[in-house]
């Protein structure tokens, strides 16, 4: 495989303009690169042309996020060698387990969800409402990425395919597609951060959770990695590989990996420690070593 390509699909909410969060993105994934392999990170910030942003969230919400407003926070995060004691002690604190607790709760008992907190809330209806496909926009914004990866698997090119929040179920509904509505008996590779495939409520909506065995799942994932921080809540249920166990059953898949133990999203803003931010996901070490080992095993492929 000559050429090498990370696809990266963030979570909900507006974001900043396509090239300003590429830009912003590049640089924190830059940054968890050289924390873990600090020889490699110069070689890897030369490939900025094979990091590829889908860019769905001004098609699903028809407006952009002023992307300055983060720029601070992230220089002090760059700036920063990892989370403080006090970010720790925060990921750790009773408020948040028992937001987990009651999330996890109407996980089960989705009549509850209107009495969540509000951010939690908001986190189901967005996905209700993707789910729902209205107009079929959940199709459309899927074709974004379908879009990227046709040529590169037509040109025998290594893929990581990197899905934040949200953008993780997007990123399996759309592999789940090309395995069994296109037939692509090619394989990449799948890195999920702060994911929520683990909730029952998104597991019962995903494509082919009607199906049956190898139908119910992406077949064209080689090997999938998941990585949640301590305190996100919207990674609640932190282990994907008993989960997804049928695709190691059936043969589909090589492995599945949960990284949890350890793993701190140390990102700030002006509403204090926000441990599901992709910025924070991107720049831990945990993360840039699978990225960067991710990039010399397909070297030696």
């Not at 990091?51 to 992307?67: Q, S």
């Not at 920063?80 to 925060?90: A, K, L, V």
């Amino acid at each position: 495989m000559h050429n090498k390509n990370i696809i990266f699909i963030p979570g909900k909410n507006p974001k900043p303009p396509p090239r300003q969060h590429n830009d912003m993105l590049w640089r924190t994934l830059l940054e968890g690169v050289r924390r873990a392999q600090p020889g490699f990170a110069a070689e890897l910030e030369k490939q900025s042309k094979r990091f590829r942003l889908i860019a769905w969230n001004h098609l699903y919400y028809e407006t952009e996020k002023d992307g300055s407003r983060d720029l601070p926070w992230i220089d002090a995060l760059v700036n920063r060698h990892g989370p403080s004691e006090e970010d720790i002690r925060e990921s750790h604190s009773w408020h948040r387990k028992l937001d987990r607790t009651l999330y996890a709760v109407a996980d089960h008992f989705p009549f509850i969800i209107r009495f969540l907190p509000g951010r939690a809330c908001a986190t189901v209806n967005e996905l209700r409402r993707y789910f729902e496909n209205s107009h079929n926009i959940a199709y459309h914004i899927r074709e974004q990425l379908k879009k990227e990866i046709r040529p590169m698997l037509d040109n025998n090119e290594a893929v990581l395919v990197i899905g934040h929040s949200m953008g993780s179920i997007i990123a399996y509904d759309a592999l789940w597609e090309l395995s069994h509505i296109e037939h692509r008996k090619d394989k990449l590779d799948f890195l999920s951060i702060g994911s929520p495939l683990g909730m029952n409520f998104v597991q019962h909506r995903l494509l082919g959770n009607n199906e049956q065995d190898i139908r119910k799942y992406p077949g064209i994932i080689r090997r999938w990695i998941n990585i949640a921080a301590v305190g996100d809540i919207t990674a609640l249920d932190r282990h994907f590989h008993d989960d997804f166990q049928p695709m190691l059953d059936l043969g589909m898949i090589e492995s599945i990996e949960d990284h949890t133990d350890g793993i701190y999203n140390f990102y700030h803003n002006e509403e204090g420690l926000n441990c599901h931010r992709s910025y924070g996901y991107l720049v831990n070490p945990a993360t840039g070593k699978i990225i960067a080992d991710w990039w010399h095993a397909s070297d030696a492929e």
